[in-house]
């Protein structure tokens, strides 16, 4: 009887390794890797991913990976798509630039083909979210309590369709007007007086525009 459940566990063992062999000796798949990146704003040291906004540009670029190696692609047609739409194709176009659509919201599925590749169709799809801009107002104090005069706060845009910040208009409003000019527009100083009791709320808002368009953010 031992000598049966030996031989028995041998014959286990021995039907696990043939089975990692296998699964380590498998031949390699191609695979095509899809990167994209777009042309809008985010502050200096933002080390996330820039999202396309509205009307933004989209740059997309593929590779194909074959046996761990990259795979010379210059004779080969590729083909672009955004949601299920023609954008572009032609041989050895592994990259290309479009236009995000005109409303901000919802995702493209891009996808990338190289039809005829030696061993078969390879095609490539992935998800490039249309972000709506936003802009944080970044205080300088904790907890959002202050106790010294003046008070400064800073705009932040992020994924604005604008090469920097100089393209946008900022507009300050301290409890329900607007102060007066600042040479630097991102940032606004607020001064209050001795009279001011502790507790007291300052409401702040913050509306932002491109300079040449009829697009406006505005938070709080």
């Given at each position: 009887m031992k000598k049966f459940l030996c031989i028995q566990l041998f014959i286990l063992l021995l039907g696990f390794s043939a089975r990692s062999f296998a699964q380590t000796t498998a031949p390699n798949v191609p695979k095509l890797l899809l990167t994209w990146s777009s042309n809008t704003y985010?502050?200096?040291?933002?080390?996330?991913?820039?999202?396309?906004?509205?009307?933004?540009?989209?740059?997309?670029?593929?590779?194909l990976i074959d046996a761990g190696k990259i795979v010379d692609l210059s004779k080969q047609n590729v083909y672009w798509y955004g949601n299920n739409n023609f954008l572009s194709g032609g041989i050895g176009l592994q990259t290309i630039t479009f236009r995000a659509p005109d409303v901000a919201g919802g995702t493209i599925d891009l996808r990338a083909e190289v039809p005829n590749y030696s061993k078969?169709?390879?095609?490539?799809?992935?998800?490039?979210?249309?972000?709506?801009?936003?802009?944080?107002?970044?205080?300088?104090?904790?907890?959002?309590?202050?106790?010294?005069?003046?008070?400064?706060?800073?705009?932040?845009?992020?994924?604005?369709?604008?090469?920097?910040?100089?393209?946008?208009?900022?507009?300050?409003?301290?409890?329900?007007?607007?102060?007066?000019?600042?040479?630097?527009?991102?940032?606004?100083?607020?001064?209050?007086?001795?009279?001011?009791?502790?507790?007291?709320?300052?409401?702040?808002?913050?509306?932002?525009?491109?300079?040449?368009?009829k697009f406006l953010f505005e938070t709080a």
């Open positions: 985010a502050p200096p040291g933002f080390v996330g991913k820039i999202m396309p906004t509205a009307s933004s540009e989209i740059t997309a670029s593929v590779e078969g169709s390879q095609l490539k799809t992935v998800g490039v979210p249309i972000a709506r801009p936003d802009v944080v107002i970044e205080t300088h104090f904790q907890s959002g309590r202050f106790s010294s005069s003046p008070l400064q706060l800073t705009a932040q845009p992020y994924f604005f369709n604008a090469a920097s910040p100089t393209r946008l208009n900022f507009t300050w409003s301290v409890n329900g007007q607007t102060p007066s000019g600042a040479e630097n527009p991102q940032s606004l100083n607020i001064k209050f007086g001795q009279t001011m009791t502790p507790g007291t709320t300052i409401p702040v808002s913050l509306s932002v525009q491109y300079t040449d368009s």
